[in-house]
């Protein structure tokens, strides 16, 4: 089992795109964080308050239930932990999957798809979600990056050597 898992949410299919070209830059393993119910078109409608993402976002203490139980991350050094980025912060269902395993030790790396927006205060709205010996980075925004880029960065990150 390889020491680098690569969790991530796609509403839309980019962020799971952008997780596919780590995990194979890193030869990580990788799990999907699927909600239990899907988003529609209608639910992600981010102009109507009361779509179903609107109203999640409204309140931070909304724990959507994930489709199928987190992997067991024993075995994992680091986990990248990817997610679009929603109202400057991430979807509540990324504190569902955090609170769902024990990340004490853990070194987790954000990294979030945008169409504009930046992380803004995603840390602080994760942080109370896993252990305080868990080191929770943020990451990068990788809408737009090519495998190129991502390589680079997991270089740096030390995560890959050549």
């Known amino acids: 089992m390889s020491k680098v898992l690569v969790a991530y949410f796609s509403a839309s299919g980019y962020t799971e795109a952008k997780a596919k070209l780590i995990a194979e830059s890193a030869g990580a393993d990788i799990f999907e ?21 609107s109203l999640e976002m409204a309140d931070l203490s909304f724990r959507p239930p994930m489709a199928e139980e987190a992997p067991d991350i ?26 769902s395993r024990d990340f004490s030790g853990k070194t987790i ?21 896993v252990s305080d010996t868990a080191v929770l980075k943020e990451g990068r925004i990788l809408t737009s990056a090519q495998g190129y880029v991502i390589s680079a960065w997991l270089k740096e ?3 890959i050597t050549e």
């Open 157 to 159: 990150l030390g995560i």
């Open 33 to 53: 964080i699927k909600p239990a119910q899907l988003y529609t078109a209608e639910d992600l409608d981010w102009h109507n308050k009361q779509s179903r993402s």
């Open 109 to 129: 790396i954000l990294f979030a798809t945008s169409g504009g927006s930046r992380f803004g205060d995603t840390v602080k709205y994760l942080k109370d979600s």
């Open 74 to 99: 024993s075995g994992y050094d680091t986990i990248f932990v990817g997610f679009p980025i929603w109202w400057y912060k991430a979807p509540t269902i990324i504190n569902t999957f955090l609170e």
